[in-house]
């Protein structure tokens, strides 16, 4: 009876979670897309679905809500339901969406999926091989292999998120590494950008109007194309085409200056929209929380090891709810900036594919972070991985990251204000 | 690399070269007298190749992404066939980007619609999103001219009146109509059609791969010399009369 009732509180939350993941497919990362495959959306929201009850049942766990044997018959269900969506359903169909992109192949699209797939499971098991993850006495699919496999995936993916954000939310947030922006630079630069694009028109009029005699004269500006054009080109070209060719090469080179002078002025009224936003109450707020985090994090990368389990466990609990909200953001931005509307589909699948590993593995790693007598449970349900091998790969990999950003950040902070400083 | 050479060119106090020095041979043109014509649109739409069609009365090749703005010309032959034919440089000015960028990208781009005399709106028939956010887009655009102080209305719904005031002379038009099955063609074009009314402007539906649908003669080509034609395009804000720009027997 109490099996009943808390399968249906399962499900119940379950279709909320559901519910949240369509609307913030539709609102958010499609807002400017049409939505024709209805497939993408529905494969996207159940494996945030599945993704978030995973969560859900380690609270659950600590607050010792529903009965023992129910969790455990959710948990082990919710696992084989997530492989399944990772390791058949998703690269499936990121195999077919891209196949029937290329229009050659449109013909036998379930064939080539189908054989995309199989290379996909071919890597993944050659995955398995140089890192020591497994006793040898599983069998072949058996669900800790495959888990094992997108553990490894998925903890490495965490780590360089982390380790990345780690060192990018104190550079971003704290005021301290804020530069300085004034609306003089902003317009200094406009001017240049402005400036830039009028020499390109000029240079663009000379170009229309020599090839309009040209064509008036009965000549044809050949592009020099290959090696023999080129040698071509040298004797017998006609001096228009000569002279086209170089002012192309000159607009080429300030189109380049005026696409850099966009990017400069584009960043700097970010960095002034940041210093204003640093000046109100939420911005004080959340640059009080950068150093905090910074604090935290640094203790991270030293690791101090006497710090009480129970007060790491409610930073576990924040750390889940800002990666959650984290990696919807980024997943965002990246989905905006490299999505266009052949690749959307495509490019929301592997988001999808990416954020269950990111749920699985951080399960894995949330273990550590657990006091002693929860962590039975998912001892029991994920078999017998060798969780100390994720744990020390997650540091080895952060620590990479870390050190990888701090290098990064420092140069391109070093870089920037020598750009805009005005002679 | 060909931008060493620009950096040592100081970033303030360009030396003021006159427009006449830089295009030898067309010393007659003021430098007020620009045609400046925007091309907005969603990304992905087609704006680049529909640029380069227009201008260059070829196929793009190999499109890619636009970042910020670019720019091409075209010459145009303002009421050609009539005593009072004239030739002039019509610059489309292609902005990149998305009407759902960050504030920083929009207040950027806002640079480049200063002065604007024509719009040309670019929206993707296989996609009604690209088509909604057109009034977005025009918004955008016409508000940064409309209201001189800079505030952006917010508000993004479209409003009739404020397309009432506008005077200045707006385009729509629709790409990729290739890819649209001909059982569908008769629906998406009733759609097209509500949207040019909306903006109170013509249409023309094309695919930018095919020259064909622009060829001398057909009714789209006739469409868009009426655009070009347009009076408002050529009100300079110099008070002289607009006078002959350049001379077509000149060497270059």
Known sequence: MSFLIDSSIMITSQILFFGFGWLFFMRQLFKDYEVRQYVVQVIFSVTFAFSCTMFELIIFEILKVLNSSSRYFHWKMNLCVILLILVFMVPFYIGYFIVSNIRLLHRQRLLFSCLLWLTFMYFFWKLGDPFPILSPKHGILSIEQLISRVGVIGVTLMALLSGFGAVNCPYTYMSYFLRNVTDADILALERRLLQTMDMIISKKKRMAMTRRTMFQKGEVHNKPSGFWGMIKSVTTSAPGSENLTLIQQEVDALEELSRQLFLETADLYATKERIEYSKTFKGKYFNFLGYFFSIYCVWKIFMVKFWSQHISFILVGIIIVTSIRGLLITLTKFFYAISSSKSSNVIVLLLAQIMGMYFVSSVLLIRMSMPLEYRTIITEVLGELQFNFYHRWFDVIFLVSALSSILFLYLAHKQAPEKHMAP | ?252
């Open chain 2, 1 to 252: 690399m060909k931008l060493k050479t620009l950096s040592s060119i100081p970033s303030s106090g360009w030396p003021t070269i006159p427009e006449q020095a830089l295009t030898p041979g067309c010393g007659k043109m003021a430098s007020l007298d620009r045609v400046k014509v925007l091309v907005l649109g969603d990304s992905g739409v087609g704006k680049s190749s529909l640029v380069h069609l227009l201008c260059q009365n070829q196929v793009l090749g190999n499109p890619s992404w636009t970042v910020g703005c670019s720019v091409d010309v075209r010459v145009h032959d303002y009421k050609e066939g009539t005593p009072e034919e004239k030739t002039y440089y019509i610059e489309l000015w292609d902005v990149g980007g998305s009407v759902g960028s960050a504030s920083s990208v929009k207040s950027t781009r806002a640079v480049f619609y200063n002065s604007v005399n024509g719009i040309i709106l670019v929206h993707d028939l296989t996609n009604k999103k690209s088509s909604q956010n057109l009034y977005r887009w025009s918004l955008e655009a016409l508000n940064r001219d409309l209201v001189p102080t800079g505030v952006l209305v917010t508000n993004g719904d479209y409003d009739r009146e404020q397309f009432a005031d506008n005077q200045i002379p707006l385009l729509v038009i629709g790409t990729k109509l290739d890819q649209i099955h001909e059982a569908k063609r008769h629906e998406v074009l009733t759609r097209t059609a509500f949207l040019a009314e909306d903006f109170n402007a013509e249409e023309i539906n094309l695919d930018c791969t095919n020259p064909r649908y622009l060829a001398a003669g057909s009714s789209n080509a006739v469409k868009l010399s009426r655009f070009f034609d347009k009076r408002f395009l050529y009100l300079f804000t110099s008070p002289q009369p607009p006078h002959k720009a350049l001379n077509p027997g000149d060497s270059v």
